[in-house]
């Protein structure tokens, strides 16, 4: 049982595909908060996931919504305006590469391919912004949280493409935060998490010894998901009203880690 620290809230969560997501584990928490929310993802992920479960265990509604057409987030957000009036809390749980599905090398893109993972994973949540600031969707003081990684600021061979999809989110959240902060006393934010399990993380080559190098990095161990749908729970809360334009590391500490002893004794030593 939560401590309804989002009584009486109402939002959109998106990309809530399977159990692996975090976003699945985000609406749980809000559920138990006292959230009410629309979930949405893509039609084939809807197609392809078991997110009714999900949505029956909440009691949320389930909007189909392809990020890439200003259609259909205009009436993902219209569904969204009949239902609540307005919303207070959204979370953007969008990612995808093409390259990386198809193996492609960061020095072999498909342009093609990295046009449609910009527009996905990134430009989607500008698409968002706007239509929510031109239909006036977002509460004041609402909070507007996107998922991002540390490759934005630092290489990670095998995260490819990605890492400048994650760049322009995160400058996104910036810039679209100061505008939406200025009209309408709405928060937006990104929550820089440690490498998780999830569907779409799984693609990303090496992956299972990254976790295990970044848990042993970070002071506090890797956050999991969990972790991170109580953080997003917190963003969404009025405890953090004054906090927007951030890109926030929930991440154990590693992105201030230059080294930790435990990777360093994997060396070992030649005395």
Not at 155 to 171: I, Q, R, T, W
Request: net charge negative; proline share 2%.
């Amino acid at each position: 049982m939560g401590n309804q620290l989002l009584a009486g809230k109402k939002g959109i969560i998106f990309g809530a595909l399977d159990q692996n997501s975090i976003a699945w584990k985000v609406a749980e928490r809000c559920h138990e908060e006292g959230a009410e929310f629309i979930l949405t993802n893509a039609p084939i992920a809807l197609r392809m996931g078991v997110i009714n479960e999900l949505a029956e265990k909440c009691n949320a509604d389930v909007v189909p919504c392809d990020v890439t057409l200003n259609e259909d987030m205009a009436s993902l957000i219209d569904a969204a305006i009949a239902k609540f009036g307005k919303v207070d809390f959204i979370l953007h749980s969008v990612g995808m590469s093409l390259n990386i599905r198809k193996k492609k090398a960061y020095t072999d893109l498909n342009y093609d391919f990295m046009h449609k993972t910009l527009d996905i994973s990134a430009m989607s949540l500008h698409r968002l912004l706007q239509t929510c600031y031109e239909k006036d969707a977002i509460n004041e003081w609402g909070s507007v949280v996107s998922l991002t990684y540390i490759a934005a600021q630092r290489v990670f061979p095998d995260y490819g493409e990605m890492a400048e999809s994650k760049a322009l989110l995160e400058s996104i959240t910036r810039s679209f935060g100061y505008h939406y902060g200025v009209k309408r006393k709405v928060r937006v934010n990104s929550i820089s998490q440690s490498p998780t399990m999830t569907t779409a993380g799984s693609g990303v080559g090496g992956f299972d010894s990254f976790i295990d190098y970044a848990n042993k990095m970070s002071p506090l161990g890797n956050a999991d998901a969990n972790a991170c749908a109580d953080y997003c729970v917190t963003m969404f809360s009025d405890l953090t009203r004054m906090v927007t334009m951030q890109n926030l590391f929930h991440d154990g500490g590693f992105s201030y880690t230059g080294v930790s002893k435990e990777v360093m004794d994997k060396f070992g030593t030649n005395a």
